[in-house]
């Protein structure tokens, strides 16, 4: 017996559906917690905050951690950031943000692939750690289905400022990840968007700031959390922060693009 027409209808409208279900503009990140998500979560629990920045979009997507594109939604970085109580990151205003810039066709779908983990230094991602390799996995596979690859937005230091020998390697150590990071995915040309750190497990802030700042790659571009609000714990920015650092994250994208 033929199949309905309504049948067929319907079929075909799966189809299309699923196949518009792929990003265009992808990015990545990576870093620890601040980029994992803390906003709202500082104390045992997530209060469960979203505020509008932060909305899910049926044009936000992101990669899940088997490597499935599904709508964004907070905590971005659940089943990621393994082992915390997540909240709030910059994620998805940044999302947000870029989609509202003309500069950016409207029917852009923006793929976010969260790879962040708390309370890792620079040295758990350098090529070859498991950090590193899952991020190379995921922008793999992101990549995959299509879309441009956008940036990378990096937030991490926090816990290199505990030893100085750390703080004084992080730029040649920030330097090499960068580098492979482009080589592995055969993206040369990738766009670097580095957060300048606001506070640290550590003693050693000023001299991993500045490390952070004497980074010498191109297409680097460098956006400062310093004087953002930060939380009861001192090393977490809240969700309002979150939401500001998103909308700095995704201007220093956009500048790009002219
Ligand atoms: C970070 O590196 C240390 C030392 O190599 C290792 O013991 C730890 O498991 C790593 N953590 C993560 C999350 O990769």
Not at 102 to 125: E, F, K, M
Not at 164 to 175: P, T, V
Not at 192 to 208: D, E, H, L, M, R
Request: hydrophobic fraction near 45%; charged fraction near 20%.
């Amino acid at each position: 017996m033929a199949p309905q027409p309504q049948v067929v209808a319907l079929l075909l409208l799966l189809l299309v559906a699923t196949a518009t279900s792929t990003p265009t503009l992808i990015f990545l990140l990576a870093g620890q917690s601040n980029m994992g998500g803390r906003g709202g979560a500082t104390s045992g629990s997530w209060d469960g905050v979203v505020p509008p920045e932060c909305a899910p979009s049926p044009r936000i997507l992101r990669l899940s951690p088997d490597l499935r594109w599904e709508e964004a939604r907070e905590p971005l970085h659940a089943g990621i950031d393994v082992h915390n109580v997540l909240g709030v990151g910059p994620g998805m205003p940044f999302a947000h943000a870029v989609r509202a810039s003309r500069a950016i066709p409207p029917s852009t779908v923006v793929g976010l692939v969260p790879c962040a983990q708390g309370g890792t230094p620079i040295a758990n991602w350098s090529r070859g750690t498991e950090l590193y390799d899952r991020m190379v996995t995921r922008g793999r596979a992101a990549m995959a289905t299509g879309g441009r690859m956008g940036a990378l937005l990096w937030y991490q230091g926090e816990a290199d400022t505990i030893r100085l020998e750390d703080a004084e390697a992080y730029a040649g150590r920030m330097e090499a990840m960068v580098r492979d990071v482009r080589r592995d995915l055969a993206a040369p040309e990738l766009l670097v968007i580095q957060v300048g750190i606001a506070t640290g497990q550590g003693k050693f802030i000023q001299p991993v700031r500045e490390a952070q700042k004497a980074v010498r790659l191109p297409w680097l571009k460098y956006v400062d959390a310093k004087g953002l609000p930060i939380a009861d714990d001192y090393t977490h920015l809240t969700t309002p922060a979150q939401v500001t650092l998103g909308k700095m994250l995704a201007k220093a994208y956009l500048s790009t693009l002219y």
